[in-house]
């Protein structure tokens, strides 16, 4: 039982980020706390591909002398390009705020609803 | 040079057109480099999906790194398909954007408007090309994002708030995609997705990769609009600008079906979905999806908001064609695929040519219209009978294919729902014909100022019934549509039903 | 914030070694962690930072936003004209082997072109991208600076 909590403590803090972003983002009215519920959310994602890439004693995947086991890099590049992903919606994201701030005159769903029907 | 790189080339094309693009003056240049790549692109897709009609499957590796350790592209019958869709509604829809969006759109965001115009291509056209699933997931986040760009930029402020809940939902559904890809790639260490299929045989049972589906499945079905998840789709159709409703509303959901193809039976092959619930929760979504979505489609004020709650209803159907599992299951759903494509984008152009002559779409402003605007009248009529699916239209072929599934596997109480979803058709459309030529003209102020009750200008006439009559041809002439389908289902691994 | 004699300093100093580090982690990619996203993100937080400090109209007079999305397009193009070379030459798209005499200096040339191009996009979207959010006239709703 403590083997499964601690041998596998990336996945549970895997778990709580996901869930914690994912709270955020369904449950909160304003744009904003969306948003970076969202960006909660994905982050823990790339803790999940980057913590399975480790391999026991492998050292950073880089090629330097008098080391033979390196870590997956295949995660790490793959990651990458998820955050950028991530960077571009956060920046069209926090742009469509500005825009809807500019319309309504306010970011709370609530009262965005209640003026259009809309959110 | 160009046959060695034709799948290529579908991709890099517009990739380099749309930097270009966002270079260009504001003015008609942008437009005329959008449309000129659009066509090159038809035709590219064409002659691509000649090559691989008979079985033939093109593999380009980028890089000169073979799979699987290097990003492949993949072309087998079923991608080509979607790829000649996705470039067709671009060629249709150029031309028409033309009026259109000069109307709805400041001048000083053209050449930028065009320029991410063309990165949706680019993402749309990615998607069907790609053998790689990160590589599906990166060229859906480019797909999407601009798509919401695109959406936002429309003249109502609800557009706004229309982008912003497509966005979240979108992001939502793109990181449970790559969850789901995560936790494949745990169990196989593999991202290629023939390398994937051959991987997973072995270890099926595995509850890892159970998640795996689970997540990758929400994840498509967020994009797909399948109920209950379509809450964004009815928003972002009535307030986009109308081309881009037109272009979103004929491809965007149609290759996230593809993506759902591929993924449930290319990658998890046709064993797998049997010994999980998933066929049977899709034929349990398809139903309710097909009724609640016609029902609620007849109750709407607003003649978009209308065709895009029947969007929801087909794109059911589609979901339920898969739900089958069969050989005629499947065939239904890409044929599906293509047809609604064909008969949602006229129906919306035509709309599109209402709202560029009065400024509205509201069935009470529209009253008699259909006498003014014969040709348009025309097109809705005959567009309206393909979706509830008359014999000699394309949209018959479709519903043909999912009654035989039905039939064949003896599902009633489906078969009995698709007839209620053709029915309730029958309903919302008469509801629109009634008012265009049924109802007394009305010549009250909509508070946009000038209205035209005229016929609308060639430009804007042409690519309608360009679509109109493809409705028609591809209701007679079935033959190179049923060829490409049979090869694609054989190619994804599915059998005949046995009992 | 122009009248915190600190924070001017700082800028002043700050500003070229925060571009060089951008351009060495730019370089490094090859060898090390690095690469064109993060160094495109350096040089643009370089720029922020000193258009935070000193105003944004004395950083929109050295960078122009026009300049900025022709660089953006550039920076596109050259990752895409890499592939296209590549093409040419015969191999497959983005196949570095044929850049150069051999594959090794091939396969060098190409990841640094790739990366340039990257670098050069990236850092002028999120300049844009600043540009965008801090010029816009919003009115204030809470006490003002």
Redesign the interface.
Known sequence: MIDVIIGHYNYWIVIVLMMAGFYTVISRGNLIKKIVGLNIFQTSVFLLYISIGYVSDGTAPIIAEGFTRYSNPLPHVLILTAIVVGVATTALGLALVIRIKEAYGTIEEDDIHNQDESL | MIEQNLSLLLVVVPLLAAPIAAMLPNGRLPWLLALAVSWLCFILAAWQLMVVIDGDVIQYSLGGWAPPWGIEYRIDALNAIVALLVAAIAAVTLPYALLSIEQEINKEQLSLFYSVFLLCFVGLLGITQTGDIFNLFVFLEISSLSAYALIAMGRDRRALTAAFQYMIMGTIGATFFLIGVGLTYVETGTLNMLDLNQRLQPILEHRTVHTGFAFMVVGIALKLALFPLHLWLPNVYTYAPTAISVFLAATATKVAVYVMLRVVFGVFSNDFVSITPADDLFLLLGVIGVILASAAAISQHDVKRMLAYSSVAQISYMVLGMGFASVYGLTASIVHIFNHALMKGALFMAVGIIVYRIGSSRFKDMAGLGRQMPWTFAAIFIAGLSLIGVPGTAGFISKWYLMLAAIEQQAWPVALAILIGSLLAVIYMWKLIETLFFEKAEQHEIGQGVQQRSEAPLSLLLPLWLLVLANIYFGIETQVLLKATATAVDLLGVADYHE | MKHNLILRLIAKYLFPIIALFAFYVQFHGD???G?G?QAGVILSVGFIFYAMVFGLKTVEQAVPMSLL??L???G??IY??T??AS??M????????LLSQDPVSGQHLGILLVEAGVGIT?SSVTLM?FY??AG?D?PADGEGQ
Do not use: K
Not at chain 3, 90 to 97: A, I, K, R, S, V
């Open positions: 060898y090390g962690p690469g996203f999305r022709v953006a397009s550039m596109v193009l895409g004209g592939g296209v093409m040419l015969g191999g497959n798209f983005l196949d570095y082997d990236v991208i965008a959010f816009r919003m």
